[in-house]
């Protein structure tokens, strides 16, 4: 089955910085990857999502990257602000019949 | 268009019993994914179901069970409670499956087993 692996599992950067959290996954044959940001006490939600016959994707402050030989795809937030932080978790199809597997998630905290 | 909505919000169940938690989808979604999310495992694939019928299947024992019915709506089962079984069970819809698509989730169901 698939194997999602994220990093780093906490983030702390000074509000106005950047923030870049990075995935791997391990089925290549994974064609949708999907980032869901969940702050304290409420639901996930997408925030951004990417399929594999883009390398790029931007949504005003966030964009994703996606490199499909490395098997690695990267979340990185611009000007960040404080109700960015949250728990981010990243996604990719499980082999199969394995739904969708997450990442673990990184806790971002942004300093003020 | 209402959200994706659980129920019960809490329940606190004693080892040994059994559990049925509910999933209304969004109007017009077809698809059903159930997950566990916890502390150390975060979240964890149990099940998608797609007109009545289960698609995929996680890496739980068979105390885990689901079902779907004809106006889409979800129900998930535990039976013989663990300790290890208090988690947010979340579930999320979607128009189709959650595999290419955006997933919707709920608010969650809090199950704590003491």
């Known amino acids: 089955g698939e194997n999602v692996e994220q990093h780093p599992s906490t983030l702390s950067v000074q509000e106005g910085d950047s923030a870049v959290i990075k995935c791997t996954y391990s089925d290549s044959a994974s064609n949708y990857f999907p980032w869901y940001k969940q702050e304290l006490g409420k639901r996930p939600q997408l925030i951004i999502d990417?399929?594999?016959?883009?390398g790029e994707k931007k949504d005003q402050r966030i964009a994703v990257t996606l490199n499909k030989t490395a098997k690695h795809f990267s979340l990185h937030i611009t000007e960040t602000q404080p109700e960015d932080s949250a728990v981010y978790f990243c996604a990719a199809p499980g082999g199969g019949a394995d739904g969708l597997t997450f990442g673990k998630g990184t806790h971002l905290i942004i300093q003020p | 268009k209402a959200g994706v909505t659980q129920t019960p919000r809490y329940l606190i169940k004693t080892r040994g019993q059994q559990v049925t938690l509910s999933c209304s989808p969004i109007s017009g979604h077809r698809s059903v994914s159930w997950y566990q999310q916890t502390p150390g495992q975060g979240l964890q694939f149990l099940f998608e179901?797609?007109?009545?019928?289960?698609?995929n299947k996680g890496n739980f024992p068979g105390r885990f069970s689901g079902r779907q019915f004809s106006n889409s709506r979800s129900e998930m089962n535990v039976s013989t409670l663990e300790l290890g079984d208090s988690a947010l069970y979340l579930c999320?819809?979607?128009?189709?499956?959650?595999?290419?698509?955006?997933?919707?989730f709920g608010q969650g169901t809090r199950l704590t087993v003491v």
């Open positions: 999320a819809s979607s128009l189709i499956d959650s595999l290419n698509t955006e997933a919707f």
């Open positions: 179901y797609f007109s009545e019928t289960q698609r």
């Open positions: 990417i399929r594999s016959n883009v």
